[in-house]
């Protein structure tokens, strides 16, 4: 019988970023299959000091939250450069994307969009 739920710990999911050539860059750890989800999914991106994402992505339908666990940075999306406001950069600041914006990333912290400066101040 399957549970109507599934539980995990996102630091046992196997980093796909080496798999992917950017062991370098970050961790990622793509969790849809580990939490046998159907609609849904979970990357947890773990950015090394002073690197970056080398592209953007988008989602044809699907909306896209960052959520940012630790350090400072901003993302584009589309046109623009989002960044929480000054004083209000820490962990717990989120950022929802419609799905057909294009994220990139000049510097840091959502999804595939983003360089870690270093922790906060």
Same mark, same amino acid.
């Given at each position: 019988?399957?549970?109507? @739920? ?7 999911v196997?980093?796909? +970023? ?37 592209? +953007?992505?988008? @989602? ?14 901003r ?26 914006s ?10 595939? +969009? ?8």
């Amino acid at each position: 019988m399957t549970l109507p @739920h599934k539980q995990i710990n996102l630091a046992d999911v196997e980093d796909a +970023a080496p798999t992917g050539g950017f062991g370098d860059r970050w961790e990622a750890r793509v969790a849809r299959v580990d939490l046998e989800a159907a609609q849904t999914g979970v990357t947890h991106f773990r950015l090394r000091p002073g690197k970056r994402s080398p592209f +953007a992505h988008r @989602h044809g339908r699907a909306e896209e939250v960052y959520v940012i666990l630790a350090g400072t940075g901003r993302v584009k999306l589309d046109d623009e450069i989002a960044e929480p406001p000054a004083g209000r950069r820490r962990s717990g600041s989120a950022i929802r994307s419609e799905p057909s914006s294009r994220a990139s990333s000049p510097t840091w912290w959502w999804s595939t +969009a983003i360089r870690y400066d270093g922790p906060s101040s």
